[in-house]
């Protein structure tokens, strides 16, 4: 990194802790408490944010903040409607925040200090409550700005899954496995357009061959939970010969569950995947890339009585689409219509939407309970992961193909290309838009959306 770009990094970051703490908070935004506020009686889940060392493989060890002592952080479970409470003890020496990712809540408990929900203090403690919904696959990170600090929010170990239950079943299996991908060992390109590069990768928690294999019996339908945890990285993830039946994507739903050789997920994103077990061997689960996989990114399956060496076999090839999980009809006529141009400066590192960069970005301003089209315009060379705060959206046209039925709160805006997306304005309340790569993201790509009064 050029002393250049460190000292226009440091000024971006400096900039952005200013709009954090109110002094470019957008307008109508809720006053943020400077103390927590008492605790009346047990709280449903209690989440501890502390530094611990998290062996990633024999001999290979690195400290990390985390949830609970752990990476993941404890696999949540909770009924859609019924209220809870989560305290949030924060025993680092930097405030931080925990974001329900996928969830329609209030601003005030979502977790983004621009929407107004108060950070956790260091040392100290904060109580949440909300009332679970949509049911799903969620999940939960910190969302704290990282800026130039490589070892802080979505590139530590603060994340974990969420399953929202709601009495209804995605599809029959008998065995239900989470899969959270993740890399380690973050540090700035030294050439080029300043970006972030990662040395080791981890599922679980544990890079490939480290951990417990994931046992299965020849005949069995798992449900993969798959979530890419990642800070800035898109993933590939196949289990050679076999097939994943994705039944839903971001935890919703899809039109048309489809059988694929592999999931493409970027950060953020994630897929509900049923494989049936029909290939008895010791197999690798893993990213396509095979780098990445010698570097940990991939977890062994051992079907029963099975022995061996994990094998890895070539994937067939695969255009991935959410197009291929979608319908035909044809979506209603919106109210009305955004238009979002993602350009980057001539730094090549810092982002804008529709020409100005976060805490200047205007708001996209909607009124409540009307269906809105917005257009994704990327005049860039980047994919970017593009995230909605309290609100799904539904993708009506990707790269000029027109689709229904594939809703999601992450969608790629791939390259130079176009994607139109439509938004129910059903969660009145300030709600943060932005790239779900973090370094995009600390880097101005980021806006509010806003209830018109």
Known sequence: MTRRQLLALTCFWTSARAAIHGQHAPAGSPHIPSQPQPLVGDADITLRIGEMSLELAP????????????????????????????????????????????????????????????????????????????????????????GRNLKKSTYTGQFGMFIVEDGG?????????????????????SDGPMDVEFRTY????????????????????????????????????ALPAHRLN??????????????????DLAPGERADAIVEMNQPGVWILGELRAD???????????????????????????????????????APEPDGRHT????????????????KAWPKTDPIVVRANRRYR?????QSANDHPIHLHRHRFEI?????????????????????????????????GLSLFHCHQQFHMDMGFMTMMRYAE
């Not at 079943?169 to 390109?189: K, Q, R, S």
């Not at 067939?316 to 035909?328: L, R, V």
Request: charged share 20%; net charge neutral.
């Open 169 to 189: 079943d995605p599809g029959a299996y008998d065995l239900e496995v989470p899969i959270l991908i993740h890399e380690w060992d973050p540090h700035f390109t």
């Open 374 to 378: 917005w257009t994704f315009d990327n």
């Open 340 to 355: 979002l141009v993602f350009r980057a400066l001539s730094d090549g590192h810092h982002w804008t939407i529709n020409g």
């Open 292 to 330: 990445q996989r010698a570097g940990g990114l991939g977890i062994v399956v051992e079907y029963t009585g099975a022995q061996g060496a994990p094998r890895w076999l070539p994937i067939p090839d695969f255009a991935w689409s959410y197009a291929a999980f979608g319908g035909s009809a044809a």
């Open 396 to 428: 009506v046209r990707f790269d000029g193909q027109p689709m229904s039925g594939v809703w999601k709160d992450v969608v790629v805006v791939p390259a130079w290309k176009q994607v139109e997306v439509d938004v129910p304005t059903t969660q009145p």
């Open 202 to 237: 981890s599922i679980n928690g544990k890079m490939l061959g480290a951990g417990e294999p994931i046992r299965v019996r020849q005949g069995q339908r798992v449900l993969f939970r798959i979530l890419n945890a990642s800070a800035t990285l898109t993933h590939r993830l």
């Open 59 to 146: 001999k290979r060890t690195i400290r990390t903040l985390a949830y609970n002592g752990q990476v993941p952080g404890p696999l949540l479970r909770a009924k859609r409607g019924a209220p809870l409470t989560v305290d949030i003890w924060n025993d680092s020496k930097d405030e931080d925040i925990v974001h329900w990712h996928g969830f329609h809540i209030p601003s005030d408990v979502d977790g983004a200090y621009e929407e107004g929900t108060p950070g956790v203090p260091p040392n100290g403690r904060r109580r949440y409550a909300f009332t679970p919904d949509p049911a799903g696959t969620r999940w939960y990170h910190s969302h704290a700005m990282a």
């Open 246 to 263: 994705v039944i839903a994507l971001d935890g919703n739903a899809v039109a048309t569950p489809r059988q694929v050789p592999y999931v």
